[in-house]
């Protein structure tokens, strides 16, 4: 078997995917630990690309960090763009069956309970009271569901006045 060796540890090659991955843990693709040993870390948002497209070089000089976005543009061509389609026509049917099964609404609600977990919790002033408030729902505009119905009772009556000003002119 082919090995690599970079920065005092051992990679393999992985024949599904070409990358070279560290045998021993936690696992690691070699070009990416080149570049946290050259460069201390990897931004966050952000992937090591090989710039010319072969994974079996992880010459520093061979490695960009760039964006997560760029990065898939970069892979992304018509031709995996097509087999892609083509992969999800093939499957669409197994993940609806998926979905609605009693293993996947489990999943899914544990999932949730998971993803809220995470969430981070964030300051916001209400729309009504101004009052500031934590919550971890990005999009929550107010303190309460008092402030909020008192906030749509004034936007209300705020249109009904303007029509009735208009209509007078």
Known sequence: MQHQIHYGRKFYLDKKTGYWISTDYPRIRAHVW?????????KKGFHIHHLDGDKSNN??????????????RLHCTEERKQMAREWCEIIRHLTKEWHSSEEGHKWHVEHGKRCWENKKVITINCLMCFKEVETKTYHQKFCHQNCKAKYGRRANKYKRDNILKSEKH
């Open 34 to 42: 080149v570049w946290i040993n050259v460069n201390k870390d990897i």
């Open 59 to 72: 010459s520093i000089d061979n490695l960009k960090e760039i964006s997560a976005g760029d990065h898939t």
